[in-house]
């Protein structure tokens, strides 16, 4: 099969979706002339032109709004934010517009909205520019949470939510963009991924390692680290963050009966939190071992290298986790 | 196109020309504007007279302006019964009336076409009904019916009414611009011809979306009116204390957008002059801020014991009220105290309706929340 970036997965799935329903475009800063600010809508104006690829000013809550009020009347928006960081001035669209309106209208309006872009850190870009906003948004009914790993699921997830009828946050990664990876060619047909299903991408049978995201990567390391040691680590790659398929961690979990959950976030009432959570309430009985958490460090990103990784989770780390889990050392 | 100078239905001494405050900034726009009316200034400016009603200067069709009224009449007959309602505890949390206010958005939806699109804020219960939601729909939402636009989960703050163009009120101040915005956006995109009408309070001209809003819609000329429904107070706060420069419509000018600025006291000039906005919109895709003088009569929520003004103030406001200078015009224009009274009865019958319906309607039950959360299902 034909291997693709995960860059061009995802330019593969905006322009195919374009083709396919003029209600579709795409907003943001620099996506247009500039042909993206991390090139993953490299072309797209030159071939759908500025009617559908629409430079934006630096005015996040701005133009988020627009896509929500543009949503709501029958157009299918594709947002970009240059990273999730700068979301958080458009907080208030995503929260109490995106999420709300069909709530509050008694179900006559929607919001088909795909607010996207690279979240979590880069490299040595400093704490603001650093952030995870995972749980900032699983946290809020009424939106759906994607955060792939590989190039497939990256195009074939992102298809599905320009399609889906609900606003949508998804998750990308600048640390992922030139992850390269087996994406089916274009004329073997539309590929779909379902939002809401987990992936176990490596079996094993003595530790299950949660992740998603670029962590998923990194938990793949540390499953290879684990293997020359002789244990076999199962990793289950999330994908969607809202919904959350348990039903795949869980069968995962009473297969090894220990867990350790791996992000980039912040520790303190994360997506980590809530998997844990779903693990001890639903699987209390298969675990051997207390569910640990391989988290981001609890602090505002440091720039320095060698701290940025210290506090990143690391093969090694997410490796030593296990064996904890394990009894082992 | 410009328009020529403004007519003034007043007819009571003016201190000052006749002319509309305001006017000047129509015909003159761009950094030669002339200087900041000062807000005393621009109140002194409004006769504060009705006991001399004339007719404006424009043909009047006594069936429009009657419907007006009866709307505006509507309005006030439902929100004084809701008023009644909440402190009888059958309405909860907050309501936000539009007393004393009606005239702006009624004359504004007069001036739509059907399909044109309104957003607006969490006091909107006269913007719904003037774009045709029915009394029954209202009162049943304020009741926390399921029988309620938006199935009694919205509240006072939130009425919506997709097939009517009514895209909702919001409750946060000024995140709904942007928004609208949207709308106006999706109409050029789709060159539908519609136009989108935004209502904020001047409350929201301090917040960083309304300037995001107006500098997008400029930049890329969208088909919508920008309209402050400027009541003088951001809940308790007056202009003085909120606004560095109190002439709202001022704004316009960095976004190089046309402006006017007026009072609503007489619905037909409302409609007439945002409807020269509206057809800017329409057919030069030409964004307006319009800045619209109001008062409301009531405090800014039913909580608000209204300490930061006079007695005074509010009864001398209340001899302005556009709906008895309405009523006012319709007895010039041969209506007789029979057929008004008739035509109050009815409306009398509709609010008692309404309120009998909302009481006798179902609540909603819990299994409305999940669907109503996502489209498909739950994203748990």
Known sequence: MREISYRVALR????????????????????????????????????F???????????ENGFAG??????????????????????????????SN????????????????????????????????????????????????????????????????IRDDNPICFLESETLYNLKGEVPDPSEGDLLVDIGKARVVREGADVTIVAWSRISVVAMQAAALLEKEGISAEVVDLRSLRPLDHETVLASVAKTHRAVVAHEGWPYGGVGAEVVDRIQRHAFDELDAPVLRVSGADVPMPYNAKLEQWCLPQPETIAAACKKVLYVD | MLPGPSRSVM?????????????????????DAP?????????????????????????????????????????????EEAARAY?????????????????????AAAALRPGDYVVGTYRDHGLAIAKGMSARAVMAELFGKVTGCSKGLGGSMHLFDAPNGMLGGYGIVGGHIPLAVGCAFASKYRGDGRVTLCFFGEGSVTIGSFHEALSLAALWRLPIVFVCENNEYAMGTPLARTLSVEDVSQKALAYGMPRDRF??????????????????????????????????????????????????EIEAQKKLDPMLRARAQLELLGKTAEQLSALDAEIEEEVQDAVRFAAESEEPGPELLEPMTYVGPFAR
């Open chain 2, 263 to 312: 009072f609503a006291r007489d619905v037909l000039e409302v409609k007439q002059r945002l409807g020269e906005a509206i057809e800017r919109a329409r057919e030069t895709s030409e964004p307006t801020l319009v800045e619209v003088r109001t008062y409301r009569f009531r405090g800014h929520s039913m909580s608000d014991p209204g300490k930061y003004r006079t007695s005074d």
């Open chain 1, 49 to 59: 032109g500025e009617r559908r690829v629409v430079d934006t000013p630096i005015a």
């Open chain 1, 66 to 95: 627009i896509g929500v009020g543009a949503a709501m009347v029958g157009l299918r928006p594709i947002v970009e934010f240059m990273t999730w960081n700068f979301s958080a001035v458009a907080f208030d669209q995503i929260l």
């Open chain 2, 11 to 31: 007819a009571a001494k003016p201190q000052k020309p006749q002319a509309n405050p305001g006017t000047e900034h129509r015909e003159k726009r761009g950094p």
């Open chain 1, 98 to 161: 995106a999420a709300k309106v069909r709530q509050m209208s008694g179900g006559q309006f929607s919001c088909p909205i795909v607010f996207r872009g690279p979240n979590g850190s880069a490299r040595q870009v400093g704490s603001q520019h650093s952030q995870s906003m995972d749980i900032f948004y699983a946290h809020v009914p009424g939106l759906k949470v994607l955060a792939p790993a590989f190039p497939r699921d990256a195009k074939g997830l992102l298809k599905a939510a």
């Open chain 2, 87 to 107: 402190a009888q505890g059958k309405i909860g949390g907050f309501l936000h009336l539009y007393i004393g206010q009606e005239s702006v958005g009624v004359g």
């Open chain 2, 35 to 79: 200087p900041p009316i000062k807000d005393s200034q621009f109140a002194r400016q409004a006769p504060a007279n009705l006991d001399r009603v004339s007719l404006p200067d424009v043909k009047v069709d006594v069936e429009e302006l009657t419907r007006l009224y009866r709307q505006m009449q509507l309005i006030r007959r439902v929100e």
């Open chain 1, 12 to 47: 593969e799935a905006i322009a195919e979706e374009m083709e396919r329903d003029d209600r579709v475009m795409i907003m943001g800063e620099e996506v247009g002339r500039y042909q993206g600010a991390y090139k993953v809508t490299e072309g797209l104006f030159d071939r």
